[in-house]
């Protein structure tokens, strides 16, 4: 597996100088520590698994997102689904794989599916920074 961790830190445990200052400047959190270990672990069992690129995890609510390289998402989605349930069971979390360096749309659409999206607008605020704004469809049934 590719990380920005190198593997000796992750099957170790222990941090170099070079982790353990990406920690300290915010570039990896202890969350990307932990998916990074877990995803290492199962690597034996996954062969498929040595081949992916792990970017970023993010967790919010009870929802994990987990950011791989292009074209990594199959690979973290084979095996009927076990590697996913093995990270939501080991994180008490609904997992989502998202693929980095996509476009906007798609990452979204990644994000939200099921639900399908109406229309995406870019919002740019005065202080020059810009806002997304995503309109979801509703479900049928619903009001």
């Known amino acids: 597996m590719k990380t920005e961790l190198c593997s ?3 099957k170790s445990g222990i941090l170099c100088q070079k982790c353990s200052a990406k920690v300290k400047a915010g570039e990896i959190s202890e969350l990307d520590l932990r998916i990074a270990r877990l995803l290492l672990s199962l690597e034996g069992k996954y062969p498929s698994l040595q081949n992916i ?3 970023k995890a993010v967790s919010v609510g009870r929802t994990l997102a987990i950011i791989v390289g292009h074209g990594d998402v199959p690979r973290l989605l084979g095996y009927g689904g076990k590697i996913i349930k ?3 069971e080991e ?3 609904s997992v989502r794989v998202l693929e980095y360096g996509v476009d906007d749309r798609k990452f979204l659409e990644d994000l939200f599916m099921p639900l399908s999206i109406l229309t995406i ?3 740019w605020l005065p202080d020059g920074t810009t806002e997304t704004r995503v309109i979801l469809r509703r479900k049928r049934g619903s009001q």
């Open 86 to 88: 093995t990270l939501g």
């Open 53 to 55: 690129c792990f970017h």
């Open 8 to 10: 000796f830190c992750l």
């Open 91 to 93: 994180t008490n979390k």
């Open 121 to 123: 607008n870019t919002i």
